[in-house]
């Protein structure tokens, strides 16, 4: 197991034991149950991991491997659970006592096994450790320049690197020196001038002293000089919050100075890591202070004069990792300040502030680009995205600043938009000579086309101003995929982003609803997918975030096309019709695409879309129920509904690409769409009704022995889930169940409850194939026998003798608990005496599972709840049918098992 993993499968364990431990002391006792049993789980999850390659080994190398059923463990949660269920505390302990005992058995056996495997292959000649070391081999580290690396890879090194008890100490200390300037700040009675005067010297000496080691140990130097220079600028910021610095002017000096020294001794050391210790201390300052919080401009403006300095040192140095940090903390440290703390009264000198910081880094990535022109350009690559962000995200990010200070004035933005535009320009004519730096020269271009193509939107009045958004970024999109430009393709994901969030906008404002302007944002939508996928060039150039944005984009433009359409529609049929509209597009789009050969481009952005048209559909049907039962308002309407739910399905399985790689949302959408379309063919019976379409597509299915494909989607968790959820909830929620009910067997109920074990047989039959645990299919096999046939049993109790049905008091009927006894060993005896007579040891195995838990019935009911003659029948009959099947079923042996 890999050491990472291992840590986080602790941490989980850990955390579910904490959680459960303070919910049980806080009286949330089910919270406490649910984590016991996640705890169980995993813990059985995880100890089957490392049996699961052992036991491979094992076969691999022919050992005899004794296999460990862990149907047990499983049969002990369930006592827990009904114990708890029952609050009997006594079943509890030995489910728990149960599962212990099973649970270290496993780990004894395992452990034999893996011994035994050491010991065979120490005789054949192989070192384990070796073969660990093969399997696992341990990961190399290599240094990289800092100018190569990306941000994440460079905190890595610095951090994780060299010598951490130094990082450890020195980070320790500056924390020390906060609270130290604190403590004095408010207790000390010397004078806060002298207090401060002291810190500062001691600082000073710590840096010179620093500086004069750093031939002997540059590490230990250069944080030492880290250290003084903090202190240093923490000091500062004392002073000036605190008064002993009379004026803004003089603390800028004072600041200034102190960065000036910064600067000298990383040149003159050719040291980053001073730097990017003195300058973190620095950003992280202004939220140390115990006085008050400094103003948005104030900081703002503090955060100019660090980067003037970074500018500085990237104009001499290409320390690229410096321009990241300050554009990270200038965005969202400061800006995220400024919008906190912003007043509309410092609109203007925040304006300023944030085109002097767009201009610091319009220029770092300008000398940027100068740098690179003296370099090899064979080997540069425009990684990480921060380097990108330098060059696209300081213009765009301080473009949306001044866009929303100013939302309301569209000549400000306008103006903004054309000024940056010709900023660009005049950057693309300065660096287009250069042939080594013309994919930065390429990128000021695009920039500069980016804010020209924003002015005639921002120049459009209220909703137009959406539209234009929409239609541009349709245009732009589609002249990106001509001409193969990533460029164009974000910019007009940008307008569709801009057009989307000014629409919600403007439906909030306007007093009617804007049906125009939704009307283009869903058509432009739509367009631009099928754009996308209608030919395979186009198809080539969508990488994974073009294609997460057109999930989104077909998610957005069919809600906004339900609703638009119930908008249109003035008609009591409203719903359906545009349930069906929405079906058929859909449908024609499918069909469209598959047309161009489209293939996952397509497929998932189709399945987003279906996802609000099946919630749509469910709100319909929630709609037309009445007391459980659905009442169709019109014969239209039902029709109508039943074939959307069959183009729905349809949707989901045109084209069975998806089988193999994503069955589980092709399976969950496709019943889900049958299911719904099932509801309409009897309506006065929801909960049988809902299952037909399904079971029919199940026996399809099976019955196609050379397309196996089908099959895997009945190997999906979900659909397990769904059938599942089916057998518990029909059962006990269903209020007609006993309509058209002639026998026992012979009705509708009972008809399709059988149909839906049968089917879920063969399910189990394809998860097993499929990986699922044989003890999990084990005991769903067996639990949901007994389920259903009990189901079987009640109903047919409750129609002749009058029983209780789905009360409690169920469990105190004689009757039904005598009916339920010999039932379960009935079932037990044919299952037994089939897998003696065909030698199937699994089965005679799932048939005495049935016979544990008629023990535990025997044991927990009906010696205390029925009745004499009753309680006396239940015991001769099941010791009975238990004498029968030990004589003439006895198990099979185990050479003989399959």
């Not at 001073?274 to 201390?281: G, I, K, N």
């Not at 600043?401 to 938009?417: R, T």
């Not at 469910?618 to 007391?627: C, F, N, P």
Request: aromatic content about 14%.
């Amino acid at each position: 197991m890999h050491k990472g993993q291992s840590e986080i499968r602790m941490i989980w364990l850990m955390v579910l034991i904490i959680v459960g431990v303070g919910a049980w002391f806080l009286d949330v006792h089910l919270l406490t149950y649910l984590c016991a049993l996640a705890l169980v789980m995993s813990v059985m999850h995880y100890v089957d991991a490392i049996q699961t390659p052992t036991v491979k080994i094992a076969e691999e190398i022919r050992f005899p491997v004794q296999e460990t059923s862990k149907v047990p463990l499983y049969l002990a949660v369930i006592v827990a659970l009904v114990g708890v269920a029952m609050a009997w505390t006594w079943m509890v302990g030995t489910g728990i006592t149960l599962w212990i005992f099973f649970f270290l058995r496993w780990l004894r056996r395992l452990e034999y096994l893996f011994n035994q495997i050491q010991t065979h292959l120490s005789q054949v000649g192989f070192s384990p450790d070796a073969v660990i070391k093969n399997q696992f081999p341990q990961p190399t580290f290599t240094q990289n320049n800092t100018s190569s690396v990306g941000l994440t890879d460079q905190l890595n090194q610095w951090i994780f690197q060299g010598n951490p008890v130094l990082k450890v100490a020195i980070l320790v200390l500056v924390m020390g020196v906060v609270l130290l300037l604190r403590f004095a700040t408010e207790h000390w009675q010397l004078s806060l001038a002298f207090k401060l005067i002291l810190v500062a010297v001691m600082s000073g000496i710590v840096t010179a002293f620093g500086y004069s080691l750093y031939s002997k140990n540059r590490s230990f130097a250069l944080a030492l000089e880290g250290l003084g220079l903090a202190t240093l600028f923490l000091t500062l910021f004392f002073a000036y919050y605190n008064a002993v610095i009379p004026n803004l002017w003089m603390a800028a000096l004072y600041f200034i100075g102190t960065m000036a020294v910064t600067l000298l001794l990383s040149l003159k050391q050719q040291s980053v890591e001073l730097a990017l210790m003195a300058l973190m201390v620095a950003y992280l300052a202004p939220f140390t202070l115990p006085v008050r919080n400094a103003t948005a401009v104030e900081l703002l403006g503090y955060y100019a004069v660090i980067n003037i300095a970074v500018a500085i040192l990237n104009t001499l140095r290409p320390w690229k990792i410096l321009n990241q940090i300050a554009f990270l903390v200038t965005v969202c440290v400061g800006g995220g300040y400024a919008f906190y703390q912003g007043d509309v009264s410092q609109r203007n000198a925040l304006s300023l502030l944030i085109v002097l910081h767009t201009a610091i880094f319009v220029w770092l990535s300008f000398r940027f680009s100068q740098l690179l022109a003296k370099a090899d350009v064979e080997q540069f690559k425009l990684k990480p995205a921060l380097d990108l962000a330098l060059i696209f995200g300081a213009p765009m990010i301080a473009y949306i600043f001044i866009y929303f200070m100013y939302f309301d004035e569209k000549i400000w933005q306008a103006g903004a938009s054309l000024v940056f535009a010709l900023v660009y320009a005049l950057l693309y004519q300065a660096s287009k000579h250069h042939h080594a730096v013309s994919l930065i020269s390429q990128s000021y271009f695009s920039l500069m086309l980016i804010f020209l193509v924003l002015i005639p939107p921002i120049l459009l009045p209220e909703q137009w101003s959406v539209m234009g958004w929409a239609v541009e970024g349709l245009l732009i999109f589609t002249y990106a995929l001509y001409r193969k430009s990533g460029i164009s393709r974000y910019l007009a994901m940008g307008l569709f982003i801009v057009a989307g969030l000014s629409s919600i906008y403007y439906w909030v404002e306007l007093s009617v609803f804007p049906r125009g302007m939704y009307w283009s944002l869903c058509v432009s939508y739509f367009a631009v997918i099928l754009m996308a996928n209608s030919r395979e060039s186009f198809r080539k150039q969508l990488s994974n975030s073009t294609l997460i944005f057109h999930c989104v984009q077909m998610l957005s433009a069919t809600t906004m096309l339900i609703v638009l359409l119930l908008n249109e529609i003035d008609h009591s049929h409203q719903f359906v019709m545009s349930l069906l509209i929405v079906s058929g597009w859909f449908l024609l789009m499918n069909e469209l695409m598959l047309a161009c050969k489209a293939t996952w481009s397509w497929i998932w952005p189709k399945w987003m879309g279906l996802i609000p048209v099946l919630v749509f559909a469910l709100i319909i049907v929630l709609d037309q129920s009445q007391q459980g039962v659905i009442v169709w308002s019109s014969p239209f309407n039902r029709i109508g509904f039943a074939v959307s739910g069959l183009i729905l399905a349809l949707l989901w399985l045109r084209p069975a690409l998806g089988l193999r790689s994503e069955k589980e949302w092709m399976s969950l959408g496709a019943l889900l769409s049958l299911a719904l379309s099932s509801l309409t063919l009897v309506p006065n019976m929801p909960y049988m009704s809902v299952v037909i379409l399904p079971l029919m597509f199940c026996a399809w299915c099976y019955r196609q022995k050379n397309h196996s494909d089908w099959a895997m989607l009945w190997q999906s968790r979900s659909s397990l889930g769904l059938m599942i959820f089916w057998m518990i909830g029909s059962q006990i929620l269903a209020q007609q169940a006993f309509q058209g009910y002639f026998m026992p067997v012979l009705n509708p109920f009972d008809l399709v409850s059988i149909a839906m074990w049968i089917s879920f047989i063969w399910m189990l039959s394809l998860q097993l194939k499929s990986g699922l645990d044989r003890g999990i299919v084990a005991v769903l096999t067996v639990l949901s026998l007994l389920w259903l046939s009990s189901y079987i049993v009640l109903r047919a109790l409750h129609v002749y003798l009058g029983t209780p049905f789905n009360e409690l008091a169920l469990w105190r009927d004689s009757t039904v608990q005598l009916s339920f006894t010999l039932l379960w060993v009935s079932l037990a005896f044919m299952s037994m005496s089939l897998a003696s007579r065909k030698k199937l040891r699994s089965v005679w195995i799932l048939g005495g599972s049935i016979l544990v838990i008629v023990t535990l019935k025997l044991v927990l009911f009906d010696l205390s709840h029925v009745g004499t003659l009753s309680r006396v029948i239940s015991f001769l009959g099941a010791g009975f049918v238990m004498l029968i099947i030990a004589y003439i079923a006895p198990m099979p042996e185990s050479e003989n098992m399959t």
